[in-house]
């Protein structure tokens, strides 16, 4: 949970989650009628896990199918393909009669460079104990333009762990494409997750500026945010995100929040640009002794 992944990883799964039905049909290649999320836990014996987003997709043809996705960096303390095998297995036992797709995105450079999505162990007698497969892409190997040409605005929010050769020429395809999504406030939630998961300074800001000239285009809450982090931070040299950081690492080893619980708590410090209430908030998550005290405080300081 806080591996250098930890800045992306909530973005990329608000994004999906937000935007499931795009990202289903894109990923399945089917027309979808509707998608359910499963917000279940996986359990084997005294180990539960969390497998990262799991769907339950109605498609068109009227098959359900159980959508599993996962999001990896460069670093991982159990071996993807085996995280696949035992959420896989999980997941057979957990939803027996339907069809299971699983997908991993590897973000960052070189991240699963050899992972093929398709692994087996042998027997001695030269046949197949076992055998499993997931879908494999590698954001970081992925040209942006390719995700313009699908053709589904939803999944510009990725375009950030792309490549991206010629900014100049993508960015307006980009804005152009986000203005089609018919609902403002959507408008804007693609356009936040999308500036989170943007690496580059450079096209951050230029995609900023191409947001601030256009006409029809709100400003976002976190662009907002952004110019006030970033005359604080300029000031302070990042004081505001290190004290950000350092309450929920103290939380999260304190308390061991639930992801979704986690991600609330992110979010909600995120949108907290005073220095005095984040230095309230750290010595709170020190000395609180549950996490419901922590999120008392954290509501009322978010009220002020």
Not at 205 to 219: F, G, H, R, W
Request: hydrophobic share 40%; proline share 4%; aromatic share 6%.
């Amino acid at each position: 949970m806080f591996s250098k992944m930890a800045a992306t990883d909530s973005p990329l799964k608000r994004l999906i989650t937000t935007f499931i039905n795009d990202f289903a049909e894109w990923l399945l290649k089917s027309e979808v009628a509707f998608v359910t999320p499963q917000n279940i836990e996986l359990h084997a014996h005294s180990d539960p896990i969390r497998a990262d987003q799991i769907f339950t997709v109605k498609l068109a043809d009227g098959r359900s199918v159980i959508l599993h996705i996962e999001f990896q960096g460069r670093r991982s303390d159990v071996p993807m393909p085996l995280r696949e095998l035992d959420s896989l297995s999980r997941l057979a036992l957990k939803f027996r009669d339907l069809e299971i797709y699983s997908v991993v995105f590897y973000v960052g450079n070189s991240a699963g460079r050899h992972d093929t999505g398709s692994h087996e162990i042998k027997n001695p007698t030269g046949g197949l104990t076992l055998s499993w497969q997931y879908k494999v892409i590698r954001l970081w190997k992925m040209n942006a333009q390719e995700l313009i040409d699908v053709g589904k605005p939803a999944l510009l929010g990725l375009i950030g762990q792309t490549q991206i050769t010629e900014p100049e020429v993508l960015l307006p395809k980009v804005v152009s494409m986000v203005k089609t999504v018919p609902d403002a406030e959507m408008q804007k939630r693609l356009l936040s997750e999308t500036m989170l998961l943007i690496n580059d300074e450079e096209i951050l800001t230029m995609l900023e500026n191409l947001i601030e000239a256009d006409e029809v285009l709100e400003e976002t809450p976190l662009m907002r945010r952004l110019r006030t982090q970033g005359y604080e931070e300029g000031v302070e040299k990042g004081g505001l995100n290190k004290s950000r950081h350092d309450i929920l690492k103290i939380v999260g080893l304190r308390f061991k929040p639930q992801s979704s619980l986690y991600q609330q708590i992110e979010q909600q410090l995120a949108l907290i640009t005073n220095g005095t209430m984040l230095d309230i908030l750290l010595t709170t998550a020190v000395r609180c002794e549950t996490i419901t005290d922590f999120q008392k405080t954290l509501a009322n300081v978010s009220q002020t």
